[in-house]
């Protein structure tokens, strides 16, 4: 069993072999949660009763883009359809909003600017941007735009990679100030961003690949959010990721979580069906409503560390 820090989590990843021992079980270290990468399915009955959750390592949210805009919102609630249409008023009030095709190189600095400065603040945060400036600007992968302006200023924008091979639009990056996060403009550039990519004639868009375990480096309000804009999670490697992967993970302490964490896990003897079902990792009762979602096959909270095994230990 190996451990090692994941950005603040110490992560003791094991071996199948090793479960018999229960390696983690007197091991004097700091152990947040225990891995079994890839886990065999004949461990898994062992593996649930232990309160190890079977599930994909990344998140992939995403949405057809069906005809048109006001077919998408019809689809959705009612008060995240007034939501979106009130940040959309108050962002077409005082702000202007452009598209462009290709990224001028001194908006997308201005841009990046505004990110590092919005990641900087988060516990955890990687400024994962900065990293593909280059590429962003000079290809291969070909990127559009949107960005919202305050006069000179740059108010907020998100870059979307497109992937015609996949039928896709990603929307990979996006900051806004705090003075507009605050009026929700986020959800009117997402929206900007999807008429951009309907126009394009993709099928697909989506919003992220997020880290399976809300609470760490995303915060689980993150979760509801993309659901109330129409998204969904699938496992990333049923969205064309190659390197995608499935883990068994036993939280044994909530202490690094912000909150109560999530988790989506197989669905217990659904697992051809790729169902999922949310894990809210909580000590103590907690109203598992905002954590619902009509993709789920329900909610439910386990407290952290190992549970009593169904199985014996060999």
Excluded at 42 to 48: G, V
């Amino acid at each position: 069993m190996r451990i090692s820090d994941h950005h603040g989590l110490a992560v003791a990843e094991m071996e199948p072999d090793e479960l018999a021992r229960r390696p983690w079980r007197g091991d004097d270290r700091h152990i947040d949660v225990v891995r079994l990468p890839e886990p065999p399915a004949d461990l898994l009955p062992e593996l649930t009763g232990l309160g190890f959750v079977h599930k994909p390592e990344l998140l992939s949210w995403r949405a057809e883009l069906g005809p048109g805009e006001e077919e998408f919102l019809a689809g959705l609630a009612t008060k995240p359809r007034q939501d979106i249409r009130r940040a959309r008023h108050r962002a077409e009030a005082a702000l202007t909003l452009t598209v462009h095709d290709t990224l001028p190189a001194s908006l997308l600095d201005r841009f990046l600017d505004l990110y590092r400065s919005r990641v900087e603040q988060m516990t955890y945060g990687i400024t994962i941007a900065c990293r593909y400036r280059d590429a962003m600007l000079h290809g291969p992968d070909k990127y559009y735009g949107v960005f919202a302006m305050d006069g000179e200023e740059i108010a907020g924008g998100c870059l979307v990679r497109e992937c015609p091979d996949e039928d896709m639009a990603r929307i990979r990056f996006s900051a806004v100030t705090e003075e507009w996060r605050r009026a929700s403009l986020a959800r009117t550039l997402y929206f900007a961003a999807m008429r951009v990519a309907r126009d394009k004639g993709f099928k697909w868009v989506t919003l992220g690949d997020e880290p399976n375990l809300y609470g760490h480096l995303t915060k689980a309000g993150l979760f509801p959010f993309k659901v109330a804009m129409g998204f969904h999670p699938v496992p990333s490697q049923d969205n064309h990721d190659p390197e995608g992967r499935d883990l068994a993970d036993l939280i044994l302490t909530d202490a690094h979580l912000s909150g109560p964490g999530l988790m989506l896990g197989y669905a217990h003897g659904r697992r051809h069906e790729r169902q999922l079902t949310g894990y809210v990792i909580s000590a103590e009762p907690v109203d598992v409503k905002p954590m619902a979602a009509p993709f789920l096959d329900g909610v439910t909270v386990v407290p952290p560390g190992e549970r009593v095994a169904s199985v014996p230990p060999a």
